[in-house]
Every structure is written in C-alpha cells, then in structure tokens.
C-alpha cells in the first residue's frame, strides 16, 4: 500500500512541477516584483491542482545552492494541516541533485485536529524569470492510508485473538479427549517403576488409547505376579541357606575338633598321613569360613544384624589390618604403603564390621597385586571419610567391576584366590557398608590394576554428597589437599622385602623409617 501510494505521488508531482515549470517559462516577468507575483500565482494554482491527489502543502524555497543574484520572498501555502515543514535534508538533497530529478521524504505532519499522521514531501528544481534557482515542495498527506492500515491491523489483532481462542479450545480438548490418558498411563508408568505394582489404568472406550491402557494393565499384572514368584523364591533361597547354615554348624565343630586332633599329631603319621591331615585342616577351615559368612549373609537377608557404633580411630584400625596381613604380603612379594593424615581420623562406626570390610580389600589387593606395591589411602572432608586400596597386577575389566560385589560371584581364572575364598567376602562387605549408609566402589583395567574404595559418612545417621578421594587415579594417589587445614598424608611403608633383588620400588624419601613392621 506504501508503494503504491508513493508511486501515485510520484506521478502527480512530476505532472505538478511540470505544469509549474512550463507557467514560469511562459510567464512575461521581467522584474523581481513581477517575478514574485508570478510565482505566487504559480504556487496557488499547483496547491489547487494537486488538492485531488490530497497535497495540503506547497513551497517555493529558494535553492540553497544558488548563485548570488535577485531574489523573491520564499511562499508557502497550507492547507487541511497546521504544522508543515520541509527537512533540510531533503531541501539539501533537491539542491544537489539538478533540474532533472525529484526527491522525497516521509515525514510527519501534525493534521487540523492535532493529530500527527505520515506524510509525502516530494521536491524538485524550477528556474524562475529573473529570480532563476529555486525549489518547488508539495506534501501529500497519507492520512487515509494510515487509518487503512490501523483498520487492517485491527481486524488483524481481533482474528488473531479469536483464533487465538479458537486453538487454545482445541488444544484443551485435545489435551483432555488424548493426552490426558497418556499422561496418566505415564504416572502409573513412573509409580510402577517406583515399586508401586498394584497401579492400574482406568480403560475407556476402544480406540488405540484404550488398547494402550489394557497392555499396561496386562504388562503390570504380569510384572507384578512374576515379582512375586522371584520374591516368595529369594525368601525360600534365604531361608534355606539360613536353615542349612544352622543345621551344619553342629556337626562341623564336631569335625572341627576331631581334625584338630589330627592335626596337632600329624608328626607322628606316615608322611601321606601327615599330608592328608594337612588338607583336611585346610578345608575344614575354609568350611568353617564360609559357614561363618553364610550365617552372616543369613543375618542380613533376615535384617536381624544389629551394629554397634562408636567413635573409632579409622587409620589405627587400617594400620592394625595392614600388620595382620603382613605374613601374607610377604608371602606374595607385596610392599603395602599407607597414605593417611598424620592425626587421627574418627568415625562413628561399628568397628568389627569395618574391620572386616578394610581386611577383605587389603587380602583382595594382597592376592592379586602380582608382587607389585599395594596403596592404601585415608581421606576425609567435613561429611566423609574414604578408605581407597589400590594394586597395580592384573586388574579386571568393567564387567567384573559390575558383578564383583554379588553373592558368590568368581572372576576369571587368571584372577584366582590363594587363600581359598567363599565368594561371598565382598558382598558381606557391601552390606557392612550399606549398614553404615555408605558406599562401596570397585575399579580395573586389564593389566594396570584395581581400586576398591569405601566411603562413610563421619556420624551414624549422617549423609555425604561425594566421596574423599577419587577412586581411579593413575598418577598421584595422594589426596590432593588435606581436609581443614591439617598435615597432609604420609606414606608409611609396612611391609619390608629382604630379597636385594626386589624390583619393587623403594618408598618415597617422605616415609617414616619407624613405619616399617618387621
């Protein structure tokens, strides 16, 4: 619409300022009075003329680039607009650009009611008798195409808002009619996969959200009748083994005693003898081991473990399993160093329980460290303390790390036991930690090692967003900074290899020399 209507005044100006331009070449003025009353004649009869194309303003402004020389008065006529004026950028423009052109501008013009509205000033060169270079203005009003297009844009706004409303009533239909059974088969779906197994979706009708609705049904019926089997075959599983756990434990303090008879007087038998008393001694402890383990599994399965806390020096008692161990890593070629704060480190644990758990990652490191040193690190922030052993032998893979704490789960064979174990030892681990509302970590990599890390909170009943220390570190196993501003951790050395001919790397200068247990 802007286009057409600056083409439309484009068109009647060039025919205006013709029309002007012919009446000055034609006019008989041959003084500077004459020449003014011809202009002024000139002026009125353009205004007139150009009234149809509705122009409310015409000027005679002399050129700002003209030569000294006579001059009229500048003439302005205006009509149906009280505030018209012509920018000196566009009378700059038209005395620049030469009698041939025509220029123009919007602008806004304030109308007989006081309203601003848009406007056209069109300008162009014309050569008066006597008076020579001027320019003429003419400014058309665009008032009626302003109150098209406010009309247009009102019944723009109204369709939207009605549209708007229309959509927003579709949409809550259909939000109603179609989503909202979907979204309530996606809560039941949420509740099902919290454990609630008894949610159900209402079914209505027999569209494709109804038969959506009847498979939930069927899947959750069937989720929850197969859940009950496994539940009601855990419990007979639990029971069983509590049951056989029991019944064996007096017939094999029985054999127990009768073996250890045997034993004590193995020097008397025949070598074959003796041998053979040696093995029954061996697997009878190792019997008794995994009955202990197996009462204690016992224990958890019926929730009847039942700890005892107390505020426990945690680097005393790592520092006690590591020298119950030393006959082991001595055994194995081991060197074990520990890394802990140079003050006590407390917990409120249960102490027989966490004994239990640090001894089976030294043993497990011990056994599979292929003579390699063993890493224990103590670690500890405001909410937490971390215990992390780490051994650089064969190491596992990321499917063993993701079965190594189930119930008698083996690893491959390249990581067999010397020590004969029940398969059960990390598991009773995960649940001693589990006791303490903590955590328990496990990391491999073929040939670069593992890293077992257990994390408690300081106080019973306390929680903890994250643990000491990381649990996989290829580089410095030192924590990185010490907790509250104390010492940093040491290396303590414990475990001491007379063989001269050890490749084990020798403890850091910072070790202390009193660390070494002999």
């Known amino acids: 619409m ?48 150009a009234l149809g194309a509705r122009a409310v303003a015409v000027f005679l402004l002399r050129n700002q680039q003209a030569v000294a020389g006579p001059e009229i008065n500048d003439i302005s006529l205006v009509s149906n607009a009280k505030e018209v ?25 304030v109308n007989d009611d006081d309203v601003p509205v848009a406007a056209l000033a069109i300008g162009k060169q014309v050569n008066l008798p006597v008076a020579h270079n001027y320019a003429m203005y003419i400014v058309y009003s665009l008032e009626a195409e302003e109150r098209t297009v406010s009309t247009m844009l009102r019944t723009v706004v109204a369709g939207s ?6 959509l927003g009533m579709l949409i809550w239909l259909v939000t109603y009619r179609v989503l909202g059974p979907v979204q309530g088969t996606a809560q039941a779906a949420r509740r099902l996969s919290n454990g609630d197994f008894d949610v159900r979706v209402n079914v209505r009708g027999h569209d494709e959200l109804a038969v959506l609705a009847r498979s939930f049904n069927n899947m959750a019926e069937s989720l929850q009748t197969t859940i009950q089997e496994y539940d009601e075959l855990s419990k007979l599983q639990q029971r069983f083994v509590s049951d056989v756990s ?56 019926a929730q009847a473990a039942r700890p005892d806390f107390e505020f426990t020096d945690l680097t005393a008692l790592t520092e006690t399993v590591m020298s119950d161990a030393e006959t082991l890593a001595l055994k194995q070629g081991v060197v074990m160093r520990l890394h802990a704060p140079q003050y006590p480190v407390r917990a409120e644990i249960d102490e027989k329980r966490i004994e239990r758990v640090i001894r089976n990652m030294v043993v497990n490191a011990i056994e599979h460290a292929e003579s390699k040193p ?6 500890e922030d405001n909410d937490a303390i971390s215990i992390r052993v780490r051994d650089y032998g064969i190491g596992m893979t990321e499917e063993v790390s993701a079965h190594v704490f189930d119930r008698f789960y083996r690893a491959d064979p390249a990581r067999a036991r010397t020590t004969g174990g029940t ?70 050395q414990f475990t001491a290899i007379d063989n001269p001919s050890s490749k084990l790397p020798s403890p850091p200068s910072a070790s202390k020399t009193n660390g070494v247990l002999k």
């Open 374 to 379: 063993v890493e224990i690190t103590i670690a």
């Open 2 to 49: 802007f286009s057409e209507r600056v083409s439309q005044v484009e068109a009647d100006a060039t025919v205006r300022f013709n029309a002007a331009q012919q009446a000055f070449n034609e006019g008989a003025a041959n003084t500077i009075d004459q020449a003014q009353q011809l202009a002024n004649t000139v002026v009125r009869e353009t205004r007139t003329n």
């Open 423 to 492: 398969g059960l030892g990390l598991a009773i681990a995960t649940e001693d930690v589990n006791l303490h509302d903590g955590k328990l970590e496990a990391k491999g990599e073929p040939g670069k090692g593992s890293a077992f890390m257990m994390t408690l909170p300081r106080r019973h009943g306390g929680t903890f967003k994250q643990p000491a220390l990381q649990l996989w570190e290829d580089g410095n196993l030192l924590p990185k900074k010490s907790s509250k501003g104390r010492p940093a951790a040491l290396p303590k």
């Open 85 to 109: 004026v012509i920018s000196p950028q566009l009378q700059a423009a038209v005395s620049q650009g030469g009698e041939e052109h025509q220029y123009w501008q919007s602008q806004e013009i």
């Open 161 to 166: 808002i009605s549209l708007l409303l229309l």
């Open 246 to 301: 029991h019944e064996l434990r007096t017939p094999l303090t029985t054999i127990k005693m009768a073996g250890e008879m045997i034993y004590d007087a193995r020097d008397d038998f025949d070598p074959l003898a003796k041998r053979s008393a040696e093995l029954l001694h061996d697997q009878v402890e190792r019997f008794d081991t995994m009955l202990a383990d197996l009462l204690e599994i016992s224990r958890y399965d």
